[in-house]
């Protein structure tokens, strides 16, 4: 499972210059031709060392996918309807996560593994054939470049001169959002790493899988209703009620002992999730030229992904010499960094920042738009 994350994390940032340079469509079929191919090398894993190379393998199709897939949505969706457009995109995520396990389980359990992986497999062979139909877009949102000499002193200053890939993550527009996500990604870590176990302890007959089934059904719904709205009221509200939402989440396992309470947590930790994404994507958007997106994309979902890799074995002695609720209880303080982070940091000053967190001011850190650019339509 470890080598799943070290394959993705150590190729999602090339994939995203490679999305810039070449296109997306070509790292989108990087992505599902991964996701078709690994699945048939698990039918043939004879030891350990092979399996965990073909784990390494497939997280690049995780890497390259959600990387370009996050672009190109970015790329074909109208300026004033972005954040709704990105809502929508993400509805699939919980979807898959919904019925992907509760499928794969039932098929491994009735007919075996080898079934399991030529299922996968054959998932992967059909996105594989979609991606052969799409076409690399005309972004929406990039600036002529007539207009980009008109609008340079409006941009901030670090989107006004050309910087390394690192210096940009070092950058207050894009720093921030990857520290949010690196500290959700420490408690979504937690969550997916330690919740089994969780349950387990209680010695109660509670199946993890309706705790993440909770999470999903949630996440679908705050997914299909947010995007919209944060086009009208802004991203950093929703981001923050978001934040609120996994404290709330965090806060609740560690503290109730009923299952209705546990599996309600799920559900609020599922709304919580179905605000952030969309909201980071959306105010990344914002931030970013088209030329970049697919760096400044892979960048910020690095964070979450660091996240992911460093819960289990940076919190699992925590678990094990003090208990669950204290690691629970320890997310939530994550969650609590976060918002500081946010609230702080999220704008130039400390004021612009609150007051964008709590939806009173727009994004100081927004690219200007033509509005020949903003009201065309998707393609």
Known sequence: MGAFAVGLLLARTRFGRLADRQGRKIVLMIGTSVAMLAPVGYVFAS?????????????????????????????VSPVKNRGEVIGYMTLTQPVGVAVGPALGSFVQSELGHIPTFTIAASFG???????????NPEPNGAIAPQDKTQNTAQNPPSLQKETSIWQRLLSPEVATPAMVMLAIGLVFGTLITYIPLFFKSTGRILIP?????????????????????????????????????YLVSMVMLAVVNTVPLILLSGFVEGLAAGLLFPGVIALMSDRIAAHERGQMFALTLMGFDCGIALAGPVLGGIADSMGYRILFAIAAGLVVIAMAIFASRSNPTLRQSLDFALGRSPDLYARPVPESVATKTAI
Do not use: E
């Open 125 to 135: 062979l059909l996105a594989t054939l979609g991606m052969t139909l799409i076409q």
């Open 47 to 75: 030891s350990i060392p092979v399996l965990i190379g073909l784990r390494m393998f497939h997280g690049l199709s995780i890497a390259a996918f959600t990387t370009a897939y996050t672009a190109f949505v970015v790329d």
């Open 209 to 245: 899988g309706l705790f993440y089934t909770a999470a999903a059904i949630a996440s679908f719904c705050s997914r299909f209703w947010v995007g919209k709205r944060s086009d009208r009221y802004g991203r950093g509200i929703f981001i923050s009620i978001s934040l609120v939402g």
